[in-house]
């Protein structure tokens, strides 16, 4: 069975720094994954995908991420944080007809 | 872009009261989805539709029920609620194909006293 795994529940940067959020599946075969983020009280936006080609894909808000196929990984990075980046994350893969997410990581962003 | 309301937007209530909880979309997108996600928590699907007057259980038990008699609305009924359903509902809807993204409304916060 498809499964996602964030392992990085809590994530804590200071604005300006880098930023890796960590994400794990298992599937069978080329998964569909994508990223979200979800702020306070709020639906769940899209940030990038990745079906095929490119391994590494580009998304809004300068966030990217890149699929490793050796290393089950689809890893979301940022170059430079900004506060407004404070949210939830979710990793999440297509399973035939539904989609199914991680856990989340919070991400908090110091001055 | 998707254009999906869900309303109320907050929502609380005693218990044993049925509610329905509603979600629109203005794109046609052919397929819908109910998630339940606690605070700080992962999405679990509880119910997904794959077009007018068709209705599947998701991944999630729920004692909640859907239907589907129009494309672009997708009600959540809950016959008698319970504080054990207070949590968020998030709607969200896909057009054709399985690999295009999920669209989210902006959810219902469902408290039951």
């Known amino acids: 069975a498809q499964s996602v795994t964030q392992p990085d529940i809590h994530i804590t940067v200071s604005e300006g720094a880098s930023l890796e959020l960590r994400c794990n599946y298992s599937y069978g075969a080329t998964p569909y994954l994508f990223w979200y983020v979800q702020s306070p009280g709020q639906g769940l936006q899209l940030l990038l995908k990745?079906?095929?080609?490119?391994?590494l894909v580009q998304g809004i808000k300068g966030f990217e991420a890149e699929f490793k196929r050796s290393q089950s990984s689809f890893n979301l990075r940022k170059p430079s944080v900004h506060w407004s980046d404070a949210a939830e994350y979710f990793c999440a893969v297509n399973r035939g007809s539904r989609l199914t997410f991680g856990e989340g990581t919070q991400l908090t962003v110091n001055p | 872009e998707a254009d999906i309301y869900q309303t109320p937007r907050y929502l609380v209530i005693g218990t044993g009261k049925k509610i329905t909880l509603e979600c629109s979309q203005t794109m046609g997108h052919d397929k819908m989805y109910w998630y339940q996600q606690d605070p700080g928590m992962e999405l679990h699907l509880i119910h997904y539709s794959y077009g007018v007057n068709s209705t599947e259980k998701g991944d999630l038990s729920s004692e909640s029920t859907v239907s589907r008699i129009r494309t672009e609305h997708f009600p959540l009924t809950l016959e008698s609620a319970r504080p054990s359903h207070t949590s968020q509902y998030l709607c969200?809807?896909?057009?054709?194909?399985?690999?295009?993204?999920?669209?989210f409304g902006n959810g219902t916060r469902l408290t039951v006293t």
């Open positions: 969200a809807t896909r057009r054709g194909s399985y690999n295009s993204p999920l669209h």
């Open positions: 990745y079906f095929s080609g490119d391994t």
